[in-house]
């Protein structure tokens, strides 16, 4: 009787030690998983982070370089053979017109062709919501003076 | 009270018990490590594809900057 109630406690210590060798093991894992995935996760953050940096450090240097030419050269329309075959709209007119103005550029105009179909609004009102033209020229633009002004 | 074979017995059972009890823990750990590491491994090949995208994105841009430098300078000069 002695000998079993013995055999049974060290059953219970034996067993206790099993258990909480097991949750330790259990724990260890877990932790060394999560830091891996933490130390991924830190670096995909960090290389996300530089190419924001990045995208802006050469939307800035791309602008300096523009002004750069603009300013030797005066401000060219890249692509100005391309609008002639939209002159025979007023839209064309007024879009050509703000090209060569410098109102806006050439990316910002395909942008506003573009995005007018997906807002269903007139070139002049999708170009205003997007920021590229002022409400003001807009305004003189929508009366049909663009060729007076 | 109790005779000996009886509380024997009941001693057994509590033993049997007890290892059961281990042996159930250890197994409900093992399939969670093993889903935990299962999620990380995919979640470690998507990331790592992902990284490895931006790191060629990264170079890209910074050779474009280095172009746009170039010009800049040339221009200034």
Known sequence: ?149 | MLDIDTFSLILILSGLILLGAVGFHYANCSNMVRRKRREFESLSYALEQKIFDLEQEVVDLQMQIDKVDEQINSMEE
């Open chain 1, 1 to 149: 009787m002695v000998v079993s109630s013995l055999l049974l406690i060290l059953n219970a210590v034996a067993s206790l030690l099993l258990f909480r060798l097991i949750s330790q093991k259990k724990i260890a894992t877990l932790n060394e998983i999560t830091s891996r995935k933490q130390s991924l996760q830190s670096k995909y953050d960090f290389l996300l982070g530089k190419k924001l940096e990045y995208t802006d450090e050469l939307a800035t240097k791309e602008k300096e370089l523009q002004t750069l030419i603009n300013n030797k050269e005066g401000i060219r329309i890249g692509k100005a053979a391309n609008l002639d075959s939209y002159l025979n709209k007023e839209e064309d007119m007024i879009s050509s017109y703000l090209l060569t103005t410098g109102t806006i550029s050439l990316e910002q105009d395909h942008k506003i062709r573009r995005k007018k179909h997906v807002l269903k609004m007139s070139y002049l009102a999708t170009g205003v919501t997007l920021g590229f033209i002022d409400l003001q020229t807009s305004e003189k633009l929508k009366k049909g003076n663009w060729e007076k002004i």
